[in-house]
């Protein structure tokens, strides 16, 4: 009589004993996608922030927003206390001009993003896009607030 004894486990490599779990081989990406999510909004909070940092009170309107090029956009900012500023640099009204197509030189677009502050009369916000213009730049964005008046027929203030 033969008796056959069946073999666990297959041919004579190595023995796991029970409760042991082999080695993961894999990386788990769970982790590192939640840390990339939490960097994600962090920035997009931030990045507003990063934008020109001068107080201004802006008129609102109910303009919608503009796109946006790749080059980091030119602000020439107007403060309620007459002080002019490129980017947030103070600069004199008489060097405007020469120091604009300094800078419209240097740049591949002609845009530039007027922010004035809305207690400014409308006579000074002209001059200087007068002298934007003579400058070389031929698009000024006036920069308001959007939750503005739509001053249409159909029921707005």
Same mark, same amino acid.
């Given at each position: 009589?033969?008796?056959?004894?069946?073999?666990?486990? &297959?041919?004579?490599?190595?023995?796991?004993?029970?409760?042991? @779990?082999?080695?993961? $081989?894999?990386?788990?990406?769970?982790?590192?996608? /939640?840390?990339?999510?939490?960097?994600? !909004?962090?920035?997009? %909070? @931030? #990045?507003?922030?990063?934008? $020109?940092?001068?107080?201004?009170?802006?008129?609102?309107? #109910?303009?919608?927003?503009?796109? *946006? /090029?790749?080059?980091?956009?030119?602000?020439?900012?107007?403060?309620?206390?007459?002080?002019?500023?490129?980017?947030?640099?103070?600069?004199?009204?008489?060097?405007? !001009?020469?120091?604009?197509?300094? !800078?419209? #030189?240097?740049?591949?677009?002609?845009? %530039?993003?007027?922010? @004035?502050? &809305?207690?400014?009369?409308?006579?000074? %916000?002209? *001059?200087?896009? &007068?002298?934007?213009?003579?400058?070389?730049?031929? *698009? !000024?964005?006036?920069?308001?607030?959007?939750?503005?008046?739509?001053? /249409?027929?159909?029921?707005?203030?």
């Amino acid at each position: 009589m033969g008796a056959q004894m069946a073999k666990r486990g &297959g041919g004579g490599g190595r023995r796991r004993r029970r409760g042991q @779990a082999a080695a993961m $081989s894999e990386i788990n990406v769970t982790p590192f996608v /939640d840390v990339m999510l939490v960097l994600l !909004i962090i920035f997009m %909070v @931030a #990045a507003p922030l990063l934008s $020109s940092g001068v107080p201004v009170q802006l008129p609102e309107t #109910a303009a919608g927003a503009l796109p *946006q /090029d790749e080059e980091r956009p030119l602000t020439l900012t107007m403060t309620a206390e007459g002080e002019v500023l490129v980017q947030d640099t103070a600069i004199d009204r008489n060097s405007l !001009i020469p120091r604009m197509r300094a !800078i419209a #030189a240097e740049r591949t677009s002609n845009a %530039v993003f007027l922010r @004035a502050d &809305g207690t400014i009369p409308y006579e000074q %916000v002209a *001059q200087i896009m &007068g002298a934007l213009n003579s400058a070389g730049f031929t *698009q !000024i964005n006036l920069v308001t607030s959007g939750d503005g008046p739509t001053l /249409d027929s159909a029921g707005g203030e």
